[in-house]
């Protein structure tokens, strides 16, 4: 099996003196994929390793791949991504993957942290309580998305509007306004998100405007799909960078 030097001193980087049993089980594949995904893509860049690792994070909580999100933010922990941002990047999850899915993927982190001998629970990261979180999140949406906020109140059928008032005071006044990540890092783990889900092809042309808007650029958007494609394969990405390729024509 050969493993180029670029690939394995990337793949060390993240996983020192880790040896995979699946180099004994399957060594063509590990060969294929770690010069791939080490090498290749890599070469590709546009994020530095903090971003890129946390971004593969909240993909892998959208795959439901909770064995390699272990892996992974072991990796993510050894290039200095904090645990404070791995518990928001789980708590971030949550409004746009559902609990249901992030529940594992909240015990698996408290798992890794604590084996780290990190006590539990963190220092707090909510900016909102039950008077503000409605006006803070609406004010939130609206930093992101300007008049679309108000375009969405005014079209929204009265028996939905309920739906509407969750997204502001839930979805962006409990999650976005929290500290720990700023919102242009929470914005691409949003995209992130609903590119590795899928079938999000709506929301996600949402989120393409809302991170151009908090500075994300299109080159930002294309390097963090490059990144996530080993990941969640081909036709996700390739129906992501469609909605990208749309949401930047212009």
Avoid at 153 to 177: E, V
């Amino acid at each position: 099996m050969t493993i180029s030097e670029v690939a394995q001193r990337h793949h060390d980087e993240l996983f020192p003196n880790h040896q995979s049993m699946l180099k004994v089980t399957d060594p063509e594949l590990i060969e294929i994929f770690d010069n791939w995904v080490f090498g290749e893509v890599l070469s590709e860049g546009g994020l530095d390793t903090r971003t890129r690792l946390m971004a593969q994070l909240a993909a892998l909580i959208a795959c439901q791949a909770v064995n390699e999100y272990r892996v992974m933010l072991g990796g993510a922990l050894n290039v200095g991504v904090t645990p404070v941002e791995v518990k928001e990047i789980v708590y971030q999850a949550v409004p746009y993957v559902g609990m249901a899915k992030v529940f594992d993927f909240l015990h698996a982190t408290n798992d890794v942290l604590q084996s780290r001998g990190i006590e539990l629970p963190l220092e707090g990261q909510s900016t909102t309580n039950p008077d503000t979180r409605f006006e803070t999140g609406l004010a939130t949406q609206k930093a992101i998305f300007g008049d679309r906020i108000d375009a969405l109140y005014a079209q929204s059928p009265k028996d939905q509007l309920h739906i509407q008032k969750y997204l502001s005071a839930n979805c962006f006044g409990d999650y976005y306004t929290r500290t720990g990540l700023d919102l242009k890092t929470r914005e691409l783990l949003t995209l992130a998100m609903l590119a590795a889900l899928g079938g999000c092809e709506l929301q996600l042309a949402g989120h393409v405007a809302g991170n151009l808007a908090v500075g994300n650029d299109r080159q930002v958007l294309i390097g963090t799909l490059t990144q996530l494609l080993p990941f969640i394969g081909y036709p996700r990405t390739l129906n992501a960078l469609k909605v990208i390729d749309e949401g930047t024509a212009a």
